[in-house]
C-alpha cells in the first residue's frame, strides 16, 4: 500500500521571523548536502512556524522539498473575530498544512471536538491538509481510558464528513504524557493505538481509506527514538516538537523517515 511517510514539526511560540528564516534555509541545506543521497526517498516534509513567520518562511522555501504548516487557525473566512486568522489567509502564502486540535489548544484555548471539526471541515474546504492531533492525558492512561479518549476525539473531530471529503486528512496520535516530557511512548504500544486510529476511521469512511490514511506519532521524538517508531507497521510518520527546533537534530529525524519510505519501496519490489 502507498502510503505516505509523513515528517512534521511543529515549532510551537519558539523562533522570531530572521531565527525561522534561519532554521528553514539550514533545513533546505541539510536536504542538499547531508540527505542529498536520499532524495529519491524523501518523507513528505512539513514545518509549521508561527503565524508571523510563515509568511517569510514560504519565500524561503525554494526546493519544493519542504511543505508549509500553520499551528492552528479559525474555521471561518474572515470577520470580526480579533486577533484570528483565516484559512484563505493561509493558503494565500503557500501554507499547504495546518496542525489542528493539538492538546496545548484543547488545553490552553479552550477547544473541544466541536471546534476542532469546525476547522478540520475549513481546513478541507481550502484544501488544506488538516493534521488532526489526538492523544490522552496522563490521568486517563492509567485509567485505561485512551483507547476511548483517543476514539472519541477522532469520531468528534471528523464528523459529519463523508469518505471522499476526508482523503487529505493526517491524523497525529500524540500522547498528552509524552509531549515534551522526554518520555517516549513504547514503540510498539504508540503502533497499536495508531492501529486503532486506522480501524476508527475505517469504521467511518472505509477500508481504503483507512489504508491510505497517514496517522504520524508525536511525544519526545528524537533521532535515537525515529528508526524504531518507522519501523512499525501503522506509524507512518512524526510529528516532531522540540527536536524540530534545532536542523541538526531534525534532519536525522527525517532521515529516518527517509529509511521507512525506502524500507517500503523495497518491499513492494
Ligand atoms: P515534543 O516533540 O517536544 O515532545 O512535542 C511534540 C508535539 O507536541 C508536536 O506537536
Not at 502510503?3 to 515549532?11: F, L, S, Y
Not at 512556524?49 to 525554494?62: I, Y
Amino acid at each position: 500500500m502507498g502510503r505516505k511517510t509523513i515528517i512534521a514539526g511543529n515549532w510551537k511560540m519558539h523562533k522570531t521571523a530572521s531565527e525561522a528564516v534561519d532554521l528553514a534555509q539550514a533545513l533546505e541545506s541539510g536536504l542538499k548536502s547531508d540527505l542529498a543521497l536520499l532524495a529519491d526517498h524523501l518523507p513528505q516534509i512539513v514545518i509549521c512556524p508561527t503565524f508571523v513567520s510563515l509568511g517569510d518562511v514560504a519565500k524561503t522555501l525554494q526546493s519544493g522539498r519542504i511543505a508549509l504548516g500553520a499551528q492552528n487557525m479559525d474555521h471561518r473566512d474572515s470577520g470580526a473575530y480579533t486577533g484570528e486568522i483565516a484559512p484563505p489567509m493561509l493558503t494565500a502564502i503557500k501554507v499547504s498544512h495546518v496542525i489542528i486540535g493539538h492538546s496545548e489548544r484543547r488545553q490552553y484555548f479552550g477547544e473541544t471536538d466541536q471546534s476542532v471539526n469546525l476547522k478540520v471541515k475549513a481546513a478541507l474546504a481550502h484544501k488544506l491538509v488538516p493534521i488532526l492531533c489526538v492523544g490522552e492525558t496522563l490521568e486517563q492512561r492509567e485509567a485505561n481510558q485512551t483507547d476511548d479518549v483517543v476514539t472519541t476525539q477522532v469520531k468528534g473531530g471528523l464528523a459529519d464528513l463523508d469518505a471522499n471529503a476526508v482523503s487529505n486528512v493526517v491524523i497525529a496520535y500524540e500522547p498528552v504524557w509524552a509531549i515534551g516530557t522526554g518520555k517516549n511512548c513504547d514503540a510498539q504500544e504508540a503502533n497499536r493505538v495508531c492501529g486503532l486510529i486506522r480501524k476508527v476511521f475505517g469504521g467511518m469512511f472505509g477500508e481504503s481509506q483507512a489504508q491510505a490514511l497517514p496517522v504520524l506519532y508525536g511525544g519526545s521524538v528524537k533521532a535515537s527514538t525515529i528508526e524504531e517508531q518507522m519501523q512499525q507497521s501503522d506509524i507512518d510518520g512524526a510529528l516532531v516538537g522540540g527536536a524540530a527546533l534545532k536542523a541538526e537534530e531534525f534532519l536525522p529525524i527525517i532521515k529516518g523517515g527517509a529509511g521507512r519510505v525506502q524500507a517500503r519501496s523495497l518491499a513492494k519490489a
